[in-house]
Structures are given as structure tokens and as C-alpha cells.
């Protein structure tokens, strides 16, 4: 992520209409509008794989699946994300531009989003009540992190290799961490 260069802070309501009209993506951090970055090739295969696993697998449920083009409400006024997917289950997700109760985000980690992703937006989507797991996903090795929100409302971290299968409670799907990365070229 980039921060817009000779770019003035704007309101959240200005960004909300801005942003929209834009050909790139751009995450708001408190009035400062900050550009995406793109993706490589394995980080962009990885995020279809795993957006059409979890689709097909969401179907005939009223979960709804979104995949980077759609922002995440963290702090109204002050933050909006766009993670790389988002499931959202709760009816109350009726705003044609963002997600403002996920119960699942997903973030394919990349060398120059992956601090933030671990720490500074790990710890904002941790204040949703509905988010019940966050998952990290690398792109340089097969190897998926889940935290999961367990029932004293800690988070739990478990770790998964090539063999392994990922168990989503939050939406009751199971993904097969070989699945996840079948034609990914690593170096």
C-alpha cells in the first residue's frame, strides 16, 4: 500500500464517493486515502482459488462471499479495508459497497502487506464481534495461518501445510490446503 502523495486527508463521507470512481482501489486509514498495491501472479491464483472453493462450497447457504473488490466497514467514519476475501453470514450486510459485519476474512500475504496484515489490520478486524476467523495465507510457501475466536473470545492460531485441511467453523467448509495450492509455482 501506498499513501496518495500531495493528496489532502478527506472526510470518510468524501472518500465513500470518491473512491467509487476510481480505477484503482484505495483502503482508508482515518482520513488518509492509501492506494493498493498489485499482486503477483500466485498471490492473485491463490485468492481466485480460494474465493471459488469457499463459492462453490457457500452455494446453498446464506452466507455471501466477496473477493477484493469489496471494502470492509472496520471503524465507520475512520477505516475501511479491502481484504482479499470476505464472508459474510449476518442479514444485517445489506450495503450495496461494503461488509460492515464479516464472520470470515482471508488476506494472501504478500512481502509488502504482510506486517500490516499481521498487526496493525489483524487488530482492527479483531473488534468485530462477528469475525470469527482470520486467515493468512503465504504466497512464497504452502503454509495457511487460521486465528480463530474461541469460546472465552481469545484467538487461537493453527498452523497448515500441504497435507493438511483447512476447517472453517464459521461458515462449516473444509479446504484442502493441496487444493488451495495446486499449479502455484514457489522459487
Keep these: 500500500m501506498v499513501a496518495l502523495p ?6 470518510a463521507a468524501e472518500y465513500l464517493t470518491w473512491e467509487p470512481t476510481q480505477e484503482e482501489r484505495y483502503e482508508y486509514w482515518d482520513g ?4 493498493m498495491t498489485g499482486g503477483t501472479r500466485n498471490h ?20 455471501e462471499m466477496y473477493m477484493a ?18 464472508v459474510t453470514c449476518d442479514d444485517r450486510d445489506n450495503d450495496p459497497q461494503l461488509v460492515q459485519f464479516p464472520s470470515l476474512i482471508i488476506e ?9 496484515d499481521r498487526g ?5 478486524y479483531r473488534q468485530f464481534s462477528t469475525l470469527q476467523e482470520y486467515v ?13 475466536r474461541n469460546e472465552q473470545g481469545l484467538w487461537v492460531l493453527s498452523e497448515y501445510g500441504l ?12 479446504i484442502a490446503i493441496g487444493d488451495l495450492y495446486r499449479q502455484i509455482q514457489f522459487s
Design 32 to 35: 488518509e486515502v492509501v492506494a
Design 136 to 148: 493468512l495465507v503465504q504466497v512464497e510457501q504452502p503454509r495457511v495461518e487460521m486465528f480463530r
Design 69 to 86: 473488490d469489496v471494502k470492509v466497514q472496520v471503524e465507520p467514519g475512520r477505516k475501511y479495508f479491502y481484504p482479499d476475501v470476505v
Design 6 to 11: 500531495d493528496r489532502p486527508l478527506m472526510s
Design 44 to 63: 492473485n491464483r491463490i485468492t481466485f482459488k480460494f474465493s471459488k472453493l469457499l463459492d462453490d462450497a457457500l452455494v446453498d447457504r446464506p452466507c
Design 120 to 124: 496493525a489490520k489483524f487488530a482492527k
Design 163 to 174: 497435507g493438511d485441511t483447512l476447517r472453517l467453523e464459521s461458515v462449516d467448509v473444509e
Design 108 to 116: 494472501v500475504l504478500s512481502p509488502s502487506t504482510e506486517a500490516l
